[in-house]
């Protein structure tokens, strides 16, 4: 009964997940995405209705803007979001860039909040979007302050890959990693989305790594090292901000 139940509950977020990427489906439509009977997602659907997560319009559903209020206590409850929030957003204004502030959950890192100063940006980014330790600016800052157990055990499964420069040589990983660990920001050459750069740093408090602060700019404008540079510092100085805005957040240590 047990292993029903946890089937259950995870073939629920997987509907739900499904529902997320497209503005309306069908039980249909969902099954085939999900390759399950059309029956069973007719129920979960209906289940999902019911209970106010889910709306039906014309026998398509879509995700009920009910599960909003879930992210939204919990980043009024994170000591990083509401540290880094401000600090994002005119960082986002101060660049004409994508800025976005990051925290580890397992092998992911995951965006508490991004700002977009550029339309023109085709960036499908959004808070609670998850992007794989390996293959984003943030994510290899995580892996760098790993001990080396950690991340040999991390390397022990074989990292997918994106894009034609994902980097997923163990070797090679490392040796990058090094290099992050010995200048203090990571960068994200196209590893996993194609024409888009990102250069990332550290957030710390009491000397542990709580989180990262990263800007996205098109490929053609991080090719430029001056303007490269300019961002390092940027970042730099806007994290220095957080970790001083942290310090009215004594709690933070506690829950990570």
């Known amino acids: 009964?047990?292993?029903?139940?946890?089937?259950?509950?995870?073939?629920?977020?997987?509907?739900?997940?499904?529902?997320?990427?497209?503005?309306?489906?069908?039980?249909?439509?969902?099954?085939?995405?999900?390759?399950?009977?059309?029956?069973?997602?007719?129920?979960?659907?209906?289940?999902?209705?019911?209970?106010?997560?889910?709306?039906?319009?014309?026998?398509?559903?879509?995700?009920?803007a009910s599960l909003f209020k879930f992210p939204g206590k919990m980043r009024v409850q994170n000591d990083l979001y509401n540290a880094s929030k401000r600090v994002v957003e005119q960082l986002a204004e101060d660049t004409g860039d994508q800025a976005a502030v990051g925290q580890r959950e397992g092998r992911k890192i995951i965006f508490l909040y991004i700002q977009n100063a550029n339309e023109q940006f085709d960036i499908k980014n959004y808070p609670g979007m998850s992007l794989p330790l390996h293959a984003s600016a943030s994510g290899k800052l995580i892996l760098a302050s790993l001990s080396e157990a950690e991340l040999n055990s991390f390397l022990d499964e074989q990292p997918p890959s994106f894009t034609s420069r994902t980097q997923t040589n163990a070797t090679s990983l490392r040796e990058e990693l090094e290099q992050v660990e010995e200048q203090g920001y990571a960068c994200n050459r196209g590893e996993y989305e194609s024409g888009m750069q990102t250069v990332a740093v550290p957030i710390s408090y009491r000397d542990e790594l709580v989180g990262t602060l990263c800007l996205t700019s098109p490929t053609n404008r991080m090719e430029d090292p001056d303007f490269k540079n300019d961002i390092i510092d940027k970042l730099l100085q806007a994290s220095n901000v957080i970790e001083i805005n942290l310090r009215d957040h004594p709690s933070l240590t506690e829950s990570m």
Not at 12 to 31: G, H, N, R, Y
Not at 32 to 43: C, E, G, R, W
Not at 47 to 53: A, Q
């Open 1 to 64: 009964m047990g292993k029903e139940r946890v089937s259950t509950v995870a073939r629920t977020f997987d509907i739900l997940d499904a529902l997320s990427e497209v503005k309306c489906a069908t039980p249909t439509e969902v099954a085939k995405l999900l390759d399950l009977p059309v029956s069973s997602v007719h129920d979960y659907l209906s289940t999902l209705e019911s209970l106010g997560y889910a709306v039906k319009d014309d026998g398509c559903y879509s995700v009920s």
